[in-house]
């Protein structure tokens, strides 16, 4: 059977993002090295990305605030968060929370190169 690799269309599902820029093609290829996000050039020639799954996907937008604050907190999951954290800061983010604040989770904060503040969280295993 052949795998879907369609994002699922259904109630409720966050499906799109706009995500605060100053520098575009900065914040992009950040995404893209730390998280493998797909990018992709729109139909009005902006940068989009698709998340590394194929289920999400957004653009960067410049003339907004970035989110500099805990409100809404997106989690970005990853397979390993020491080492995605070490390649947060090799590729221009900072780290504003570390692992073990929300123990038992595996959790930490970041921001990225236009000062956004998003999670990560690591799938426990067993």
């Given at each position: 059977?052949?795998?879907d690799n369609?994002?699922?269309?259904?109630?409720?599902?966050?499906?799109?993002?706009?995500?605060?820029?100053?520098?575009?093609?900065?914040?992009?290829?950040?995404?893209?090295?730390?998280?493998?996000?797909?990018?992709?050039?729109?139909?009005?020639?902006?940068?989009?990305?698709?998340?590394?799954?194929?289920?999400?996907?957004?653009?960067?937008?410049?003339?907004?605030?970035?989110?500099?604050?805990?409100?809404?907190?997106?989690?970005?999951?990853?397979?390993?968060?020491?080492?995605?954290?070490?390649?947060?800061?090799?590729?221009?983010?900072?780290?504003?929370?570390?692992?073990?604040?929300?123990?038992?989770?595996?959790?930490?904060?970041?921001?990225?190169?236009?000062?956004?503040?998003?999670?990560?969280?690591?799938?426990?295993?067993?």
């Amino acid at each position: 059977m052949e795998k879907d690799n369609h994002p699922k269309s259904e109630n409720g599902k966050i499906c799109y993002l706009e995500i605060p820029a100053v520098d575009i093609a900065r914040t992009s290829a950040f995404y893209q090295k730390v998280f493998g996000w797909q990018l992709r050039k729109r139909g009005d020639g902006k940068i989009a990305f698709d998340d590394a799954v194929g289920q999400v996907s957004g653009t960067w937008v410049t003339g907004r605030k970035p989110t500099t604050e805990v409100g809404l907190l997106i989690y970005i999951m990853v397979d390993d968060a020491a080492a995605i954290i070490d390649s947060v800061i090799a590729n221009g983010g900072k780290i504003v929370q570390p692992i073990g604040k929300d123990h038992p989770e595996i959790t930490a904060r970041f921001t990225d190169p236009a000062g956004n503040i998003l999670g990560l969280y690591q799938q426990p295993k067993g």
